[in-house]
């Protein structure tokens, strides 16, 4: 078993590797490729912690957040709870899913696990999404 680095900090310096994080991004863009939209201005694409999204005229943006931890070992399918969990909130309010930013904290390990964990996380979350119409336009770790 690969040992762990000793963790210093639980603040930015907690954050996943840069270098793991563009590695899961550029997976995670190749395998949601088909899953543009035309009114995300900026999205996963750009790597940013935030996106810039267009409302046609006459429509609003109605936005909700939400949090709870892991409630199964299966990262994909937490992904999948997650995200369903989360458009459950504006299903309730009446509206349509456009987008989502994800937050998600990982458990402590070894940059290729963390990756691996990420990347299955964000590719249930994609799923969910995608069943809504919604895509994934970006996050933070």
Do not use: W
Not at 119 to 128: D, F, H, W
């Amino acid at each position: 078993m690969a040992s762990l680095p000793e963790m210093h900090c639980r603040g930015c310096g907690s954050k996943m590797g840069g270098a793991a994080l563009s590695q899961v991004l550029q997976r995670i863009q190749r395998d949601v490729a088909a899953l543009q939209r035309q009114d995300i201005l900026l999205g996963l694409s750009a790597t940013e912690d935030g996106a810039v999204i267009s409302v046609p005229p006459g429509q609003v943006l109605v936005q909700t957040v939400d949090y709870f931890p892991a409630l199964i070992d299966d990262p994909f399918r937490f992904g999948q709870i997650t995200a369903n969990h989360c458009l459950n909130d504006l299903y309730a309010m009446g509206a349509n899913p456009q987008s989502a930013l994800a937050i998600v904290t990982l458990p402590y390990g070894t940059p290729a696990k963390l990756a691996d964990t990420l990347y299955l996380v964000l590719m249930g979350v994609t799923q969910g999404l995608r069943e809504a119409g919604a895509v994934l336009v970006g996050g933070h770790t």
